[in-house]
């Protein structure tokens, strides 16, 4: 296990489990994936940032599961499901979602529409 992993999780020991799973998936079903361990943030990229694990308040603290991780991904189009407790137009065409997810929760729904959203990275332009 990295130790800027373990930092990360420190306040949020419980969740552990259900990142490792949730990156495990993720190698396991995408190539080229690079992880990135920030302050806030653990981030996935191919060419660009394609999704990320956090603790972003996206729900009231008493509508939370004990253990969870909020996985933000991005697509090209808005995702409508119950599941997504927000999505925003970032840019034109750009749209990011955020996902609570419990261990349970990491299921064949959450990483399909984070491969989508890495196979959407991998061929989307730059910004100019």
Same mark, same amino acid.
């Given at each position: 296990?990295? *130790?800027?992993?373990l ?5 949020? +020991? *419980? ?16 190539? *080229? ?9 653990? @981030?996935?990229y ?7 694990? @956090? ?18 991904? *991005? ?10 407790? +927000?999505?925003?137009? +970032? ?34 332009? +730059?910004?100019r």
């Open positions: 296990m990295d *130790g800027e992993v930092l990360f999780f420190e306040k949020h +020991a *419980g969740a552990l489990p259900v990142f490792e799973k949730f990156k495990n998936q993720v190698k396991e079903a995408m190539d *080229g994936v690079c992880m990135k361990v920030q302050k806030t943030q653990i @981030s996935f191919n060419r660009h940032m394609f999704a990320c694990v @956090s603790f972003l308040r996206v729900r009231k603290a008493k509508d939370m599961p004990t253990d969870y991780i909020v996985v933000t991904f *991005g697509l090209n189009r808005r995702e409508d499901s119950p599941r997504i407790d +927000a999505a925003v137009e +970032a840019y034109p065409g750009r749209w990011t979602h955020h996902v609570v997810a419990s261990e349970d929760e990491v299921d064949h729904e959450l990483m399909g529409w984070v491969k989508e959203a890495c196979d959407f990275s991998a061929v989307k332009r +730059a910004r």
